[in-house]
C-alpha cells in the first residue's frame, strides 16, 4: 500500500504565530483531505484539498484560518494561522486513490500541534 | 443530516475474551458505507473493517467482525480473543455512498478499549 507522510509529527508554537503542515503521498491521490481532532474528542473535516482549485470547507471552518494548497496530486499543505491555544489539536491527512474511489480513506500518522 | 452515535465512552475486556462495541447511526440514504477505524495512543488512524450498507452479509476480518442490523441502524464491531494491541480508541464513521470519493467520513466520538492481561 502507499505510504502517507505527514511533517511535522508534533511542534509547540506561540500563541498568533501560523504552522504549515504538509502532506505527502507516494502515489497519485483522487481526493485528499484535512482533519481535525481536538484533545479527547472525535475527527471533524476541515475541508476537501482539491488539486489545482480552492478547498471545499465545512460549516465551522474559513479560508483565513485554515489555507490549503494542493498543487499536484500527491502533496497537499494545510496552514493554521493566528494560532490561539483553541487551536492545539491533532490535524490528520486522509486520502483516496484514484484508481480506487470507492475505497476507505487512509490516513497520515497526524500533527499534533500545542500552542502556549 | 448524517449522525454517529457511539454510546460506550469506555470499554474493558480481559485478554483472549471478546467485546462488543455498539454504534449506532441516522440517515434518510439508502447507499452508504460504514467503517471501524482503531487509533492507538500513536494516534495513527487504522481501517479495522468496513461494510457496505447494500450488503446483507455481514463483514468480517480475521477477530475482527460486525453486525450489521440496517433497519435499526445498528453497526456493532465484536473482536473476538481479544489480544493487548487491540487496546486503543475505536471510531465508527459513516460515508454517504453518493458522489463517490468526494463524501466526508462522519465520525462518532469513540470508544476507548482496553485489554487487561
Known amino acids: 500500500s502507499a505510504v502517507i507522510s505527514q511533517k511535522p509529527s508534533r511542534d509547540i508554537c506561540q500563541r498568533g504565530t501560523s504552522l504549515t503542515i504538509q502532506c505527502q503521498v507516494d502515489?497519485?491521490?483522487?481526493?485528499m483531505f484535512w482533519y481535525r481532532q481536538q484533545p479527547g474528542q472525535s475527527l471533524t473535516l476541515i475541508a476537501t484539498?482539491?488539486?489545482?482549485?480552492?478547498?471545499?470547507?465545512e460549516s465551522g471552518f474559513v479560508i483565513d484560518k485554515f489555507p490549503i494548497s494542493r498543487p499536484n496530486l500527491t502533496f497537499s499543505t494545510l496552514t493554521v494561522s493566528n494560532m490561539s491555544p483553541e487551536d492545539s489539536s491533532i490535524y490528520l491527512c486522509?486520502?483516496?486513490?484514484?484508481?480506487?474511489?470507492?475505497?476507505?480513506?487512509?490516513f497520515g500518522d497526524g500533527t499534533r500541534l500545542s500552542i502556549l | 443530516a448524517q449522525t454517529v452515535t457511539q454510546s460506550q465512552p469506555e470499554m474493558s475486556v480481559q485478554e483472549a475474551e471478546t467485546v462488543t462495541l455498539s454504534c449506532t447511526y441516522d440517515?434518510?440514504?439508502?447507499?452508504?458505507?460504514l467503517f471501524w477505524y482503531k487509533q492507538p495512543p500513536s494516534r495513527q488512524m487504522i481501517l479495522v473493517i468496513r461494510?457496505?450498507?447494500?450488503?446483507?452479509q455481514n463483514a468480517t476480518e480475521n477477530r475482527f467482525s460486525v453486525n450489521f442490523q440496517k433497519a435499526a441502524k445498528s453497526f456493532s464491531l465484536k473482536i473476538s480473543d481479544s489480544q493487548l494491541g487491540d487496546a486503543a480508541m475505536y471510531f465508527c464513521?459513516?460515508?454517504?455512498?453518493?458522489?463517490?470519493?468526494?463524501?466526508?467520513?462522519?465520525f462518532g466520538t469513540g470508544t476507548l478499549l482496553a485489554v487487561q492481561p
Open positions: 486522509s486520502v483516496v486513490w484514484a484508481d480506487r474511489p470507492n475505497q476507505p480513506q487512509h
Open positions: 502515489s497519485q491521490v483522487t481526493m
Open positions: 484539498a482539491n488539486q489545482g482549485s480552492e478547498a471545499t470547507y
Open positions: 440517515t434518510s440514504e439508502s447507499d452508504y458505507y
Open positions: 461494510q457496505e450498507a447494500y450488503k446483507q
Open positions: 464513521a459513516y460515508r454517504s455512498g453518493y458522489g463517490g470519493a468526494t463524501n466526508k467520513l462522519i
